[in-house]
Protein backbone atom coordinates (compact mmCIF):
# COMPACT_ATOMS: atom_id res chain seq x y z
CA UNK A 1 0.00 0.00 0.00
CA UNK A 2 1.48 3.22 -1.08
CA UNK A 3 1.29 6.17 1.20
CA UNK A 4 -1.53 8.86 0.19
CA UNK A 5 -0.93 11.48 -1.82
CA UNK A 6 -2.17 14.91 0.16
CA UNK A 7 -3.78 18.09 -0.62
CA UNK A 8 -3.05 21.24 0.94
CA UNK A 9 -5.88 23.61 -0.50
CA UNK A 10 -8.34 20.24 0.10
CA UNK A 11 -7.12 19.88 3.72
CA UNK A 12 -7.33 23.51 4.55
CA UNK A 13 -11.02 23.95 3.52
CA UNK A 14 -11.72 22.91 7.32
CA UNK A 15 -8.62 24.98 8.90
CA UNK A 16 -10.77 26.31 11.43
CA UNK A 17 -12.45 22.85 13.07
CA UNK A 18 -9.00 20.67 12.26
CA UNK A 19 -7.13 23.44 14.40
CA UNK A 20 -9.35 23.79 17.31
CA UNK A 21 -8.46 19.51 19.11
CA UNK A 22 -4.84 21.39 18.92
CA UNK A 23 -5.03 24.42 20.63
CA UNK A 24 -6.83 22.79 23.25
CA UNK A 25 -3.97 20.35 23.36
CA UNK A 26 -1.25 23.09 23.62
CA UNK A 27 -3.23 24.94 26.72
CA UNK A 28 -3.08 21.75 28.54
CA UNK A 29 1.06 21.78 28.20
CA UNK A 30 2.69 22.80 31.04
CA UNK A 31 5.32 25.36 31.45
CA UNK A 32 8.93 24.32 29.44
CA UNK A 33 12.10 23.67 30.90
CA UNK A 34 14.25 25.68 28.16
CA UNK A 35 14.12 29.75 27.98
CA UNK A 36 14.41 29.15 23.90
CA UNK A 37 12.76 25.76 24.10
CA UNK A 38 13.64 23.18 21.35
CA UNK A 39 10.39 22.29 19.50
CA UNK A 40 9.69 19.32 16.76
CA UNK A 41 5.88 19.19 15.38
CA UNK A 42 5.91 15.52 14.44
CA UNK A 43 3.28 15.10 10.82
CA UNK A 44 3.09 19.47 10.86
CA UNK A 45 1.01 19.06 7.26
CA UNK A 46 0.54 22.77 5.58
CA UNK A 47 2.48 24.57 8.79
CA UNK A 48 -0.94 26.18 9.88
CA UNK A 49 -1.11 24.47 13.15
CA UNK A 50 2.35 24.28 13.76
CA UNK A 51 2.33 27.89 13.82
CA UNK A 52 0.68 28.41 16.99
CA UNK A 53 2.85 26.86 18.78
CA UNK A 54 5.53 30.16 17.59
CA UNK A 55 2.51 32.28 19.24
CA UNK A 56 2.45 29.90 22.42
CA UNK A 57 6.54 29.48 23.06
CA UNK A 58 7.88 32.83 20.67
CA UNK A 59 11.08 32.04 21.65
CA UNK A 60 11.23 28.28 20.31
CA UNK A 61 13.03 27.15 17.44
CA UNK A 62 10.48 25.19 15.92
CA UNK A 63 10.72 22.16 13.33
CA UNK A 64 7.94 20.57 11.61
CA UNK A 65 7.97 16.86 10.16
CA UNK A 66 6.40 15.59 7.56
CA UNK A 67 6.74 13.15 4.80
CA UNK A 68 4.36 14.85 2.23
CA UNK A 69 6.33 16.92 -0.45
CA UNK A 70 2.96 18.71 -1.44
CA UNK A 71 2.40 19.48 2.92
CA UNK A 72 5.85 20.32 3.49
CA UNK A 73 5.96 23.07 -0.35
CA UNK A 74 2.98 24.81 1.45
CA UNK A 75 4.39 25.14 4.70
CA UNK A 76 8.02 26.15 3.59
CA UNK A 77 6.13 29.18 1.39
CA UNK A 78 3.69 30.18 4.27
CA UNK A 79 4.98 29.82 7.53
CA UNK A 80 9.09 29.40 7.47
CA UNK A 81 11.23 32.19 9.12
CA UNK A 82 12.17 34.06 12.21
CA UNK A 83 9.34 34.73 14.29
CA UNK A 84 8.27 37.39 15.87
CA UNK A 85 9.85 36.51 19.55
CA UNK A 86 13.37 35.74 17.61
CA UNK A 87 12.79 32.45 17.51
CA UNK A 88 12.51 30.42 13.88
CA UNK A 89 9.95 28.39 12.52
CA UNK A 90 11.52 25.76 9.72
CA UNK A 91 10.32 22.43 8.52
CA UNK A 92 11.98 19.08 7.11
CA UNK A 93 11.10 15.82 5.45
CA UNK A 94 11.41 12.81 7.97
CA UNK A 95 8.80 9.64 8.26
CA UNK A 96 7.18 9.67 11.95
CA UNK A 97 7.88 5.87 11.50
CA UNK A 98 11.34 5.91 11.97
CA UNK A 99 12.03 9.62 12.91
CA UNK A 100 14.14 9.88 16.17
CA UNK A 101 15.48 12.88 18.13
CA UNK A 102 18.77 13.87 17.26
CA UNK A 103 19.22 16.61 19.84
CA UNK A 104 17.17 17.11 23.19
CA UNK A 105 13.79 18.72 23.08
CA UNK A 106 11.46 20.67 25.37
CA UNK A 107 8.56 19.25 23.70
CA UNK A 108 7.63 17.13 21.05
CA UNK A 109 4.41 17.09 19.82
CA UNK A 110 2.10 15.78 17.23
CA UNK A 111 -1.19 16.84 16.17
CA UNK A 112 -4.24 14.07 14.39
CA UNK A 113 -0.81 12.52 12.53
CA UNK A 114 -0.21 9.08 15.05
CA UNK A 115 -3.02 7.18 13.78
CA UNK A 116 -1.32 6.62 10.61
CA UNK A 117 1.65 5.40 12.18
CA UNK A 118 1.01 1.56 13.17
CA UNK A 119 2.45 0.88 16.10
CA UNK A 120 3.04 4.41 17.19
CA UNK A 121 3.19 3.53 21.25
CA UNK A 122 6.22 1.52 20.48
CA UNK A 123 8.00 5.03 19.73
CA UNK A 124 7.06 6.23 22.69
CA UNK A 125 9.97 5.35 24.63
CA UNK A 126 12.40 6.75 22.17
CA UNK A 127 10.71 10.20 22.09
CA UNK A 128 9.97 10.76 25.73
CA UNK A 129 14.16 9.38 25.98
CA UNK A 130 14.94 12.50 23.47
CA UNK A 131 13.19 15.53 26.09
CA UNK A 132 15.11 17.20 28.25
CA UNK A 133 14.20 16.58 32.00
CA UNK A 134 10.80 18.44 32.35
CA UNK A 135 10.14 18.73 29.04
CA UNK A 136 6.94 17.03 27.33
CA UNK A 137 5.35 14.74 24.87
CA UNK A 138 1.91 15.69 23.91
CA UNK A 139 -0.45 14.55 20.79
CA UNK A 140 -4.04 14.45 19.90
CA UNK A 141 -5.74 11.09 17.36
CA UNK A 142 -9.04 11.01 15.76
CA UNK A 143 -10.73 8.43 17.73
CA UNK A 144 -14.09 8.04 15.58
CA UNK A 145 -12.72 4.92 13.60
CA UNK A 146 -16.34 3.59 14.90
CA UNK A 147 -18.11 6.83 13.12
CA UNK A 148 -20.56 6.05 10.22
CA UNK A 149 -17.68 8.35 8.25
CA UNK A 150 -14.84 5.77 8.48
CA UNK A 151 -17.38 2.40 8.81
CA UNK A 152 -19.32 3.30 5.18
CA UNK A 153 -15.98 3.82 3.82
CA UNK A 154 -14.72 0.85 5.41
CA UNK A 155 -17.92 -1.09 4.05
CA UNK A 156 -17.78 0.11 0.65
CA UNK A 157 -14.26 -0.24 0.32
CA UNK A 158 -14.83 -4.16 0.85
CA UNK A 159 -18.09 -4.23 -1.37
CA UNK A 160 -17.78 -6.59 -3.81
CA UNK A 161 -17.04 -4.23 -6.61
CA UNK A 162 -14.25 -2.41 -5.03
CA UNK A 163 -12.67 -4.91 -2.83
CA UNK A 164 -10.32 -6.01 -5.18
CA UNK A 165 -8.79 -2.85 -5.21
CA UNK A 166 -9.20 -1.63 -2.04
CA UNK A 167 -9.39 -4.19 0.67
CA UNK A 168 -6.12 -3.16 1.87
CA UNK A 169 -6.76 0.23 1.48
CA UNK A 170 -7.76 2.40 4.70
CA UNK A 171 -7.20 1.73 7.88
CA UNK A 172 -8.76 -0.23 10.63
CA UNK A 173 -10.72 0.79 13.60
CA UNK A 174 -7.42 -0.32 15.73
CA UNK A 175 -5.56 2.78 14.32
CA UNK A 176 -5.57 4.54 17.74
CA UNK A 177 -5.32 3.01 21.24
CA UNK A 178 -8.00 3.78 24.08
CA UNK A 179 -7.10 5.85 26.46
CA UNK A 180 -6.35 4.59 29.59
CA UNK A 181 -4.12 2.54 27.26
CA UNK A 182 -2.16 5.32 26.27
CA UNK A 183 -2.20 6.33 29.92
CA UNK A 184 -0.52 3.23 30.91
CA UNK A 185 2.18 3.01 28.19
CA UNK A 186 3.36 6.89 29.38
CA UNK A 187 3.25 6.86 33.22
CA UNK A 188 4.87 3.60 32.43
CA UNK A 189 7.60 5.08 30.73
CA UNK A 190 7.71 7.03 34.65
CA UNK A 191 6.09 10.55 33.07
CA UNK A 192 3.35 12.15 34.92
CA UNK A 193 0.43 12.08 32.10
CA UNK A 194 -2.76 13.98 31.67
CA UNK A 195 -4.93 11.62 29.22
CA UNK A 196 -8.81 12.37 28.18
CA UNK A 197 -11.01 12.49 24.82
CA UNK A 198 -13.42 15.25 23.34
CA UNK A 199 -16.38 14.57 21.05
CA UNK A 200 -16.59 17.92 19.33
CA UNK A 201 -19.94 18.36 16.98
CA UNK A 202 -19.14 20.83 13.72
CA UNK A 203 -21.15 22.26 12.61
CA UNK A 204 -20.61 21.74 8.87
CA UNK A 205 -22.13 23.88 6.23
CA UNK A 206 -22.10 23.73 1.97
CA UNK A 207 -22.84 20.93 0.08
CA UNK A 208 -22.23 17.91 1.33
CA UNK A 209 -19.74 18.94 3.63
CA UNK A 210 -18.59 15.44 5.53
CA UNK A 211 -17.60 14.24 2.26
CA UNK A 212 -15.79 17.47 1.81
CA UNK A 213 -13.78 17.06 5.04
CA UNK A 214 -13.06 13.24 4.54
CA UNK A 215 -11.77 14.27 1.00
CA UNK A 216 -8.87 15.84 2.54
CA UNK A 217 -7.89 13.00 5.34
CA UNK A 218 -9.60 9.88 5.87
CA UNK A 219 -10.16 9.30 1.94
CA UNK A 220 -6.55 10.50 0.63
CA UNK A 221 -6.00 6.40 0.57
CA UNK A 222 -8.81 5.82 -1.95
CA UNK A 223 -8.21 8.51 -3.73
CA UNK A 224 -4.82 7.97 -4.38
CA UNK A 225 -5.30 4.20 -5.05
CA UNK A 226 -7.87 4.95 -7.55
CA UNK A 227 -5.66 8.23 -9.07
CA UNK A 228 -5.13 6.65 -12.38
CA UNK A 229 -9.17 5.75 -13.04
CA UNK A 230 -10.91 9.12 -13.04
CA UNK A 231 -14.34 7.18 -13.58
CA UNK A 232 -13.29 4.65 -10.68
CA UNK A 233 -12.82 7.67 -8.31
CA UNK A 234 -15.81 9.11 -9.32
CA UNK A 235 -18.48 6.27 -9.05
CA UNK A 236 -16.86 5.04 -5.36
CA UNK A 237 -16.84 9.23 -3.92
CA UNK A 238 -20.43 8.99 -5.90
CA UNK A 239 -21.64 5.78 -3.91
CA UNK A 240 -20.06 7.07 -0.94
CA UNK A 241 -21.50 10.42 -1.00
CA UNK A 242 -25.38 8.82 -1.25
CA UNK A 243 -24.44 7.09 1.95
CA UNK A 244 -22.62 10.06 3.83
CA UNK A 245 -25.87 11.69 3.26
CA UNK A 246 -28.33 9.51 4.86
CA UNK A 247 -25.86 9.25 7.78
CA UNK A 248 -24.99 12.80 8.38
CA UNK A 249 -28.38 14.75 7.56
CA UNK A 250 -28.47 18.34 6.78
CA UNK A 251 -30.45 20.15 9.05
CA UNK A 252 -31.76 24.17 8.97
CA UNK A 253 -28.53 25.48 10.37
CA UNK A 254 -26.25 23.14 8.33
CA UNK A 255 -25.15 19.60 9.20
CA UNK A 256 -23.65 18.17 12.48
CA UNK A 257 -20.65 16.46 12.32
CA UNK A 258 -20.05 14.46 15.90
CA UNK A 259 -15.92 14.12 16.31
CA UNK A 260 -14.11 12.08 18.92
CA UNK A 261 -11.08 12.98 19.47
CA UNK A 262 -7.99 11.23 22.27
CA UNK A 263 -5.52 13.43 23.55
CA UNK A 264 -2.05 12.99 25.91
CA UNK A 265 0.12 15.12 27.84
CA UNK A 266 3.14 13.38 29.66
CA UNK A 267 5.70 15.54 31.30
CA UNK A 268 8.99 13.97 31.98
CA UNK A 269 10.67 14.00 35.86
CA UNK A 270 12.50 16.33 36.21
Request: some cysteine.
Amino acid sequence: MSAPTWDPAQYLRHAGHRARPFTDLLARVPGLPSEQPRIADLGCGPGNVTALLAERWPTAHITGYDNSPEMLDKAHVEWEGRTVGGGRLDFSHADVRTWAPSEPYDLIVSNATLQWVPGHGERFAEWVAGLRPGGSFAFQVPGNFDAPSHVLMRELAHSARWRGRLAETLRHDDAVSAPAAYLEALTGLGCAADVWETTYVHLLTGADPVLDWVKGTGLRPVLTALADDEEAARDFVAEYRTALRAAYPDTAHGTPFPFRRVFAVARKEA
